[in-house]
Nanobody, 125 residues
Framework: QVQLVESGGGLVQAGGSLRLSCAAS????????MAWFRQAPGKEREFVGG????????NYADSVKGRFTISRDNAKNTVYLQMGSLKPEDTAVYYC??????????????????WGQGTQVTVSS
């Protein structure tokens, strides 16, 4: 069982930066693939980025590629999402997710067994 708690959301102006954190409980965190998803009002949840258990492989949605970076610190049981060049369309609730399949950091929400409660990110124009 893994519990995930996101933090770092807030209000930021377009063009600004923000770093989200996701703290995980449990001794098996280092074996899990991790990902960030987001959901804007009236829209479906969408994949943002994922990272494999060792941090050696990452992948991103086209909409954030080059602007967002996902990373992890297994010693701290934490995964991060560094967001830059933020746009109003990045406004959403951001969710952290974990998959026991450590190499499966893909974009399919069904891959992930555990989810956090989300943190709101609002980008003003």
């Amino acid at each position: 069982q893994v519990q995930l708690v996101e933090s770092g959301g807030g209000l930021v102006q377009a063009g600004g930066s923000l770093r989200l954190s996701c703290a995980a409980s449990g001794r098996t965190f280092s074996s899990y693939a991790m990902a960030w998803f987001r959901q804007a009002p009236g829209k479906e949840r969408e994949f943002v980025g994922g990272i494999t258990w060792g941090g050696t492989s990452t992948n991103y949605a086209d909409s954030v590629k080059g602007r967002f970076t996902i990373s992890r610190d297994n010693a701290k049981n934490t995964v991060y999402l560094q967001m830059g060049s933020l746009k109003p369309e990045d406004t959403a609730v951001y969710y952290c997710a974990a998959s026991p399949r450590g190499l499966s950091a893909n974009s399919k929400s069904g891959t992930y067994a555990y989810w956090g409660q989300g943190t709101q990110v609002t980008v003003s124009s």
